[in-house]
Protein backbone atom coordinates (compact mmCIF):
# COMPACT_ATOMS: atom_id res chain seq x y z
CA UNK A 1 0.00 0.00 0.00
CA UNK A 2 1.39 3.01 -0.97
CA UNK A 3 1.88 5.72 1.58
CA UNK A 4 1.45 9.81 2.08
CA UNK A 5 3.78 11.96 3.82
CA UNK A 6 1.97 14.70 5.60
CA UNK A 7 4.86 15.87 7.73
CA UNK A 8 7.97 14.33 8.77
CA UNK A 9 6.66 12.41 11.38
CA UNK A 10 3.46 11.10 9.80
CA UNK A 11 2.27 9.28 6.83
CA UNK A 12 -1.14 7.68 6.29
CA UNK A 13 -2.11 4.93 4.35
CA UNK A 14 -2.84 6.25 0.49
CA UNK A 15 -6.15 4.62 1.47
CA UNK A 16 -7.94 5.65 4.94
CA UNK A 17 -10.88 3.46 6.45
CA UNK A 18 -13.65 5.48 8.21
CA UNK A 19 -15.31 4.25 11.29
CA UNK A 20 -18.52 6.09 11.43
CA UNK A 21 -21.00 3.55 10.89
CA UNK A 22 -19.19 0.85 12.90
CA UNK A 23 -21.74 0.69 15.82
CA UNK A 24 -24.17 -0.31 12.30
CA UNK A 25 -22.21 -3.69 11.79
CA UNK A 26 -23.23 -5.39 15.00
CA UNK A 27 -19.78 -6.77 15.36
CA UNK A 28 -18.56 -7.93 18.76
CA UNK A 29 -14.90 -7.36 20.44
CA UNK A 30 -13.55 -10.19 18.77
CA UNK A 31 -14.94 -9.46 15.24
CA UNK A 32 -14.21 -5.60 14.96
CA UNK A 33 -10.10 -6.59 16.32
CA UNK A 34 -10.53 -9.33 13.19
CA UNK A 35 -11.67 -6.47 10.66
CA UNK A 36 -8.88 -4.36 12.13
CA UNK A 37 -6.63 -6.59 11.28
CA UNK A 38 -7.91 -7.78 7.97
CA UNK A 39 -7.45 -3.80 6.68
CA UNK A 40 -4.21 -3.60 8.02
CA UNK A 41 -3.36 -6.89 6.22
CA UNK A 42 -4.63 -4.71 3.02
CA UNK A 43 -1.72 -2.05 3.74
CA UNK A 44 -4.06 0.51 5.19
CA UNK A 45 -2.93 1.58 8.65
CA UNK A 46 -5.23 4.44 8.87
CA UNK A 47 -8.34 4.56 10.41
CA UNK A 48 -10.79 7.77 11.07
CA UNK A 49 -12.92 8.76 13.41
CA UNK A 50 -15.14 11.89 14.75
CA UNK A 51 -16.47 11.73 18.47
CA UNK A 52 -19.96 12.06 17.24
CA UNK A 53 -19.99 9.05 15.20
CA UNK A 54 -22.40 6.26 16.36
CA UNK A 55 -24.28 8.26 18.70
CA UNK A 56 -21.12 8.99 20.39
CA UNK A 57 -20.24 5.16 20.37
CA UNK A 58 -17.91 4.60 17.60
CA UNK A 59 -14.62 5.50 19.37
CA UNK A 60 -15.32 3.36 22.05
CA UNK A 61 -16.07 0.17 19.94
CA UNK A 62 -12.99 0.68 18.37
CA UNK A 63 -11.12 1.12 21.29
CA UNK A 64 -12.45 -2.24 22.56
CA UNK A 65 -10.94 -3.76 20.61
CA UNK A 66 -7.89 -2.68 20.33
CA UNK A 67 -7.56 -3.12 24.15
CA UNK A 68 -7.68 -6.94 22.77
CA UNK A 69 -4.81 -6.28 20.93
CA UNK A 70 -2.79 -3.07 22.26
CA UNK A 71 0.68 -3.33 20.42
CA UNK A 72 -1.14 -2.62 17.20
CA UNK A 73 -1.54 0.93 18.58
CA UNK A 74 2.36 1.48 17.27
CA UNK A 75 1.45 0.03 13.33
CA UNK A 76 -1.95 2.25 12.66
CA UNK A 77 -2.69 5.54 13.19
CA UNK A 78 -5.47 7.19 14.30
CA UNK A 79 -7.37 10.18 13.27
CA UNK A 80 -10.69 11.57 15.06
CA UNK A 81 -12.73 14.80 14.77
CA UNK A 82 -14.43 17.42 17.64
CA UNK A 83 -16.29 20.25 17.22
CA UNK A 84 -20.10 19.26 16.76
CA UNK A 85 -22.39 18.77 19.85
CA UNK A 86 -25.37 16.48 18.43
CA UNK A 87 -28.38 15.70 20.01
CA UNK A 88 -28.63 12.20 21.23
CA UNK A 89 -29.66 10.52 24.27
CA UNK A 90 -25.69 9.75 25.15
CA UNK A 91 -25.71 13.55 25.62
CA UNK A 92 -28.65 14.64 26.93
CA UNK A 93 -27.75 18.58 27.75
CA UNK A 94 -27.53 19.30 24.03
CA UNK A 95 -30.64 21.68 23.38
CA UNK A 96 -30.04 21.69 19.84
CA UNK A 97 -27.24 20.53 17.21
CA UNK A 98 -24.69 23.33 17.11
CA UNK A 99 -20.55 23.75 16.64
CA UNK A 100 -18.38 24.34 19.92
CA UNK A 101 -14.53 25.27 19.04
CA UNK A 102 -13.73 26.36 22.57
CA UNK A 103 -10.72 25.84 24.08
CA UNK A 104 -12.94 24.05 26.65
CA UNK A 105 -15.13 21.57 24.28
CA UNK A 106 -11.76 20.99 22.27
CA UNK A 107 -9.68 19.76 25.44
CA UNK A 108 -12.65 17.77 26.64
CA UNK A 109 -13.20 16.12 23.61
CA UNK A 110 -9.68 14.80 22.89
CA UNK A 111 -9.93 13.63 26.85
CA UNK A 112 -12.72 11.37 26.18
CA UNK A 113 -11.28 10.11 22.48
CA UNK A 114 -8.01 9.23 24.09
CA UNK A 115 -9.75 7.37 26.84
CA UNK A 116 -12.67 5.85 24.45
CA UNK A 117 -9.79 4.72 21.82
CA UNK A 118 -7.79 3.98 24.71
CA UNK A 119 -4.81 5.32 23.78
CA UNK A 120 -2.39 8.21 25.18
CA UNK A 121 -2.30 10.34 21.67
CA UNK A 122 -4.08 10.80 18.51
CA UNK A 123 -1.75 10.77 15.43
CA UNK A 124 -4.15 13.47 13.73
CA UNK A 125 -7.29 15.46 15.05
CA UNK A 126 -9.74 17.81 12.85
CA UNK A 127 -11.96 20.48 13.73
CA UNK A 128 -15.23 18.92 12.13
CA UNK A 129 -17.36 21.56 10.39
CA UNK A 130 -16.25 25.28 10.21
CA UNK A 131 -17.60 27.48 13.13
CA UNK A 132 -19.43 30.63 12.90
CA UNK A 133 -18.35 31.89 16.22
CA UNK A 134 -14.43 30.01 15.91
CA UNK A 135 -12.00 31.88 17.57
CA UNK A 136 -8.78 31.56 16.01
CA UNK A 137 -6.36 32.49 18.27
CA UNK A 138 -8.10 30.42 21.28
CA UNK A 139 -8.13 27.37 18.81
CA UNK A 140 -4.34 28.13 17.85
CA UNK A 141 -3.80 27.96 22.12
CA UNK A 142 -5.43 25.04 22.34
CA UNK A 143 -3.56 23.12 19.72
CA UNK A 144 -0.29 24.22 21.13
CA UNK A 145 -1.32 22.68 24.40
CA UNK A 146 -2.27 19.70 23.27
CA UNK A 147 1.08 19.23 20.85
CA UNK A 148 3.03 20.38 24.10
CA UNK A 149 1.48 17.65 25.97
CA UNK A 150 2.00 15.07 23.60
CA UNK A 151 -1.83 14.71 22.94
CA UNK A 152 -2.30 15.54 19.84
CA UNK A 153 0.60 15.19 16.79
CA UNK A 154 -0.93 16.49 14.11
CA UNK A 155 -3.83 18.65 13.00
CA UNK A 156 -5.92 19.50 10.47
CA UNK A 157 -9.37 20.57 9.43
CA UNK A 158 -12.49 18.97 8.07
CA UNK A 159 -14.83 20.54 5.33
CA UNK A 160 -13.42 24.14 5.59
CA UNK A 161 -13.68 26.47 3.07
CA UNK A 162 -10.64 28.32 1.73
CA UNK A 163 -11.37 31.45 3.24
CA UNK A 164 -11.78 29.65 6.84
CA UNK A 165 -8.70 27.62 6.45
CA UNK A 166 -6.60 30.99 5.80
CA UNK A 167 -7.84 32.28 8.34
CA UNK A 168 -7.10 29.64 10.88
CA UNK A 169 -3.67 29.02 9.45
CA UNK A 170 -3.09 32.57 9.97
CA UNK A 171 -2.83 32.04 14.03
CA UNK A 172 -0.95 28.77 13.88
CA UNK A 173 3.10 28.51 13.86
CA UNK A 174 2.57 25.03 12.31
CA UNK A 175 0.92 24.09 8.85
CA UNK A 176 -2.93 22.28 8.81
CA UNK A 177 -1.78 18.70 7.22
CA UNK A 178 -5.40 18.28 5.71
CA UNK A 179 -8.95 19.31 5.00
CA UNK A 180 -11.35 16.53 4.94
CA UNK A 181 -13.87 17.19 2.57
CA UNK A 182 -16.34 15.81 0.11
CA UNK A 183 -15.08 14.36 -3.20
CA UNK A 184 -16.68 12.08 -5.48
CA UNK A 185 -17.72 11.90 -9.17
CA UNK A 186 -20.83 13.38 -7.80
CA UNK A 187 -19.29 15.99 -5.57
CA UNK A 188 -17.41 18.75 -7.51
CA UNK A 189 -17.90 21.62 -5.07
CA UNK A 190 -14.61 21.24 -3.59
CA UNK A 191 -12.93 21.30 -7.26
CA UNK A 192 -15.07 24.68 -8.20
CA UNK A 193 -14.90 26.52 -4.61
CA UNK A 194 -10.71 26.46 -4.54
CA UNK A 195 -10.65 24.07 -1.41
CA UNK A 196 -8.44 21.44 -3.57
CA UNK A 197 -6.60 24.06 -5.03
CA UNK A 198 -5.75 25.53 -1.06
CA UNK A 199 -4.40 22.19 -0.70
CA UNK A 200 -2.27 22.49 -3.91
CA UNK A 201 -0.68 25.64 -3.02
CA UNK A 202 -0.08 24.74 0.77
CA UNK A 203 1.20 20.91 -0.46
CA UNK A 204 -1.15 18.73 1.62
CA UNK A 205 -3.19 16.12 0.48
CA UNK A 206 -7.21 16.47 1.26
CA UNK A 207 -8.91 13.46 2.68
CA UNK A 208 -12.17 12.60 1.08
CA UNK A 209 -15.23 11.52 2.73
CA UNK A 210 -18.23 9.71 1.03
CA UNK A 211 -15.82 8.86 -2.18
CA UNK A 212 -18.63 6.50 -3.66
CA UNK A 213 -21.15 9.01 -3.70
CA UNK A 214 -23.26 7.45 -0.88
CA UNK A 215 -24.00 5.16 -3.35
CA UNK A 216 -26.31 6.91 -5.37
CA UNK A 217 -24.39 6.18 -8.97
CA UNK A 218 -25.17 2.44 -8.01
CA UNK A 219 -28.71 2.62 -7.74
CA UNK A 220 -30.19 5.62 -8.49
CA UNK A 221 -32.39 6.61 -11.18
CA UNK A 222 -32.19 10.24 -11.23
CA UNK A 223 -30.93 11.42 -14.71
CA UNK A 224 -27.26 12.68 -13.79
CA UNK A 225 -26.37 9.73 -11.44
CA UNK A 226 -27.82 7.43 -14.30
CA UNK A 227 -25.30 9.30 -17.12
CA UNK A 228 -22.40 9.11 -14.78
CA UNK A 229 -23.31 5.37 -14.36
CA UNK A 230 -23.40 4.62 -18.21
CA UNK A 231 -20.32 6.57 -18.63
CA UNK A 232 -18.55 4.34 -15.87
CA UNK A 233 -19.82 1.22 -17.48
CA UNK A 234 -18.18 2.10 -20.72
CA UNK A 235 -14.87 3.00 -19.07
CA UNK A 236 -15.11 -0.22 -17.05
CA UNK A 237 -15.13 -2.02 -20.39
CA UNK A 238 -12.56 -0.18 -21.61
CA UNK A 239 -9.93 -0.94 -19.20
CA UNK A 240 -11.05 -3.80 -17.64
CA UNK A 241 -11.73 -3.18 -14.18
CA UNK A 242 -13.78 -5.24 -11.98
CA UNK A 243 -16.41 -2.67 -11.06
CA UNK A 244 -17.28 1.42 -11.51
CA UNK A 245 -16.80 1.41 -7.46
CA UNK A 246 -12.91 1.16 -8.76
CA UNK A 247 -12.76 3.64 -11.32
CA UNK A 248 -14.75 5.94 -8.68
CA UNK A 249 -11.80 5.81 -6.63
CA UNK A 250 -9.37 5.74 -9.53
CA UNK A 251 -10.78 8.78 -10.63
CA UNK A 252 -10.37 10.19 -6.99
CA UNK A 253 -6.84 9.05 -7.09
CA UNK A 254 -5.57 10.20 -10.25
CA UNK A 255 -5.76 13.80 -8.80
CA UNK A 256 -2.09 16.00 -8.39
CA UNK A 257 -3.54 16.82 -4.88
CA UNK A 258 -2.94 12.69 -3.95
CA UNK A 259 -5.93 12.74 -2.40
CA UNK A 260 -7.15 10.56 0.27
CA UNK A 261 -10.14 8.37 0.26
CA UNK A 262 -12.07 7.02 2.99
CA UNK A 263 -13.58 4.12 3.03
CA UNK A 264 -16.60 3.37 5.41
CA UNK A 265 -17.64 0.04 4.74
CA UNK A 266 -17.31 -2.74 7.39
CA UNK A 267 -17.18 -5.38 4.72
CA UNK A 268 -13.56 -6.86 3.91
CA UNK A 269 -14.85 -7.17 -0.29
CA UNK A 270 -15.75 -4.19 -0.36
CA UNK A 271 -12.79 -2.76 1.15
CA UNK A 272 -10.77 -4.91 -1.00
CA UNK A 273 -12.06 -2.93 -3.94
CA UNK A 274 -10.72 0.09 -3.16
CA UNK A 275 -7.24 -1.16 -2.16
CA UNK A 276 -7.22 -2.76 -5.63
CA UNK A 277 -8.28 0.50 -7.36
CA UNK A 278 -4.50 1.76 -7.03
CA UNK A 279 -4.13 -0.43 -9.95
CA UNK A 280 -6.37 1.33 -11.96
CA UNK A 281 -5.11 3.74 -14.39
CA UNK A 282 -7.79 6.18 -15.90
CA UNK A 283 -6.25 8.09 -19.18
CA UNK A 284 -6.78 11.73 -19.09
CA UNK A 285 -9.81 11.62 -22.01
CA UNK A 286 -11.64 8.96 -19.70
CA UNK A 287 -11.06 11.62 -16.44
CA UNK A 288 -12.84 14.01 -18.23
CA UNK A 289 -15.28 11.73 -19.72
CA UNK A 290 -16.34 11.13 -16.42
CA UNK A 291 -16.20 15.09 -15.56
CA UNK A 292 -18.05 15.67 -17.74
CA UNK A 293 -21.32 13.41 -17.19
CA UNK A 294 -20.83 14.54 -14.36
CA UNK A 295 -21.60 18.14 -14.53
CA UNK A 296 -23.83 17.31 -17.83
CA UNK A 297 -21.48 19.43 -20.53
CA UNK A 298 -17.86 19.47 -22.04
CA UNK A 299 -15.51 21.54 -20.60
CA UNK A 300 -15.41 25.66 -22.32
Avoid at 76 to 88: F, N
Avoid at 186 to 201: P, Q, V
Avoid at 240 to 251: G, K, P, R
Amino acid sequence: MQKVKLTDDLELSRIVHGLMRLSEWGFSKKERLNLIESIIDLGITSFDHADIYGNYSCEELFGEALALKPEIRKDIQLITKCGIKMISKNRPEHKIKHYDTTKEHIISSVENSLKNLQTDYLDLLLIHRPDPLMNPDQIAETFKSLEAKGKVLNFGVSNFKPTEFEMLSSRLDFPLVTNQIEVSVMALENFENGSINKCLEKDISPMAWSPLAGGSVFNSNQERAARVRKTLLKIKEETNADSIAQLMYAWILKHPARIIPIVGSGKINRIEEACSSLAVELSREQWFEILESSRGREVK
